[in-house]
């Protein structure tokens, strides 16, 4: 199954108007002076500068996705962001249960299905992400622990057009550790067929499974050929316009 490699950036919260516009633009010139990409690029900018981001990416083979959002479509939900919204916006992804949301936000599984779905029926896409613990993975429990989140985690509409799922071991985010091959691996494979129960085996045979935690230019290559790792998910990596690009060309992307 050929299936089209994705490099998202989560930019997290950071940027201010200027310097997130400059980092995009900069990223395009990069993207716009080697060619029509083989893979789909992502931006994930905080919300502040959703738009702002967009016009500048706009026919660029750049997408733009949104970093969290609310379940309900509107209402009295004071600073919280709807779906409807982010699709107005010119937004294409938006990222859900990232686990600094499911850490600093207390969203369970069932909060992360419902924003997904609310998500899939504005039109947007999503990126699902779930993960292991440091405690988890040392108690041999990676494997478990990631079926459960997409058992729980992918609404039951999610089909490998609008959903994509980040495996983000949470000990590997921002710390400059990374899985072994064999355990990425492993892990990967149990989430397609974690998927395979959900959708069937053909829809969950075209859904991209990323890696995400301490990607960088320096092992994009070894990690996005690997087996059922369908791109990365990049945060520090992706505040640099030319290491987040140098992951997609080391990740095979060109
Ligand atoms: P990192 O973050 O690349 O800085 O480890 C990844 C993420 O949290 O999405």
């Known amino acids: 199954m050929q299936r089209r490699k994705m490099i998202a ?49 706009r026919g660029k083979h750049i997408a733009v996705g949104a970093q969290d959002v609310h379940f309900a479509e509107k209402g009295a939900h004071t600073g919280d962001i709807s779906a409807p919204m982010l699709k107005n916006l010119g937004c294409t992804y938006v990222i859900v249960g990232h686990s600094e949301r499911r850490a600093d936000h207390g969203e369970t599984d069932e909060i992360v299905c419902k924003k997904a779905a609310a998500a899939h029926n504005a039109g947007l896409k999503t990126i699902i992400c779930i993960g292991e613990t ?50 990425v691996k492993a892990v990967h494979a149990a ?48 505040l640099n316009a030319q290491d987040f690009f140098d992951i997609a060309c080391n990740g095979g992307c060109y």
Not at 9 to 29: H, Y
Not at 137 to 152: H, S
């Open 134 to 183: 440091l405690a988890e993975r040392e108690a041999g429990q990676a494997v478990e622990v990631c079926r459960q989140q997409i058992a729980a985690s992918v609404p039951a509409d999610s089909i490998a057009l609008n959903t994509v799922i980040a495996y983000e071991p949470i000990w590997a985010i921002g710390t400059g550790k990374i899985p072994t091959p064999e355990d």
């Open 9 to 57: 950036g989560n930019w997290k919260m950071n940027g201010l108007l200027e310097d997130g516009v400059m980092l995009a633009q900069n990223f395009a010139n990069l993207v716009k002076s080697n060619g029509k990409p083989q893979c789909e690029f992502v931006l994930c900018p905080p919300a502040t500068l959703l738009f702002s981001i967009k016009k500048v990416v």
């Open 191 to 238: 989430v397609r067929s974690a998927l395979e129960k959900k959708m069937g085996c053909a829809e969950a045979g075209k859904v991209r499974i990323l890696y995400g935690g301490s990607v960088k230019p320096s092992n994009a290559g070894e990690l996005l050929n690997l087996e059922n790792v369908d791109g990365a998910l990049v945060g520090g990596a992706s």
